[in-house]
């Protein structure tokens, strides 16, 4: 899966994630840490990413453009912990892979997440 990680998300995720195999960039690795919003869902979407953040802005942004993609993961966690975001980012890619190809965004919490499928 291709990823493009915010500024929110560790790069000990990235990290880990490129070690299982997944194709993962951080923006911070890009040096795009200042990149707005809306031009990290251009760049998702121009790589076929899916944008993992904390920023709930990123799921207004999807509803007001009407786009099928970019998919956004978007963490609502009490533990932001490298190693809880890393297991709560595992169970989803195991089990939302059709979704977040298809276009999706996914708003996870400690015990449970939402799929919205795209357009909103």
Do not use: W
């Not at 999807?62 to 595992?90: E, G, Y």
């Not at 979704?99 to 499928?117: A, K, N």
């Amino acid at each position: 899966m291709k990823l493009l990680a915010d500024m929110g998300v560790s790069q000990t995720v990235v990290k880990a994630l490129c070690q299982m195999g997944h194709d993962a960039k951080h923006l911070r690795d890009e040096g795009l840490q200042c990149l707005p919003d809306p031009l990290i869902v251009e760049k998702a979407k121009l790589e076929d990413r899916t944008i993992l953040t904390f920023d709930l802005d990123f799921g207004d942004l999807m509803a007001v453009s009407k786009a099928d993609l970019p998919s956004v993961i978007i963490f609502r966690l009490k533990n932001t912990s490298p190693q809880f975001v890393l297991n709560r980012l595992q169970n989803i890619l195991e089990n939302c892979i059709e979704d977040l190809d298809m276009g999706s965004v996914i708003i996870v919490s400690d015990e449970r997440y939402r799929v919205r499928r795209l357009p909103i």
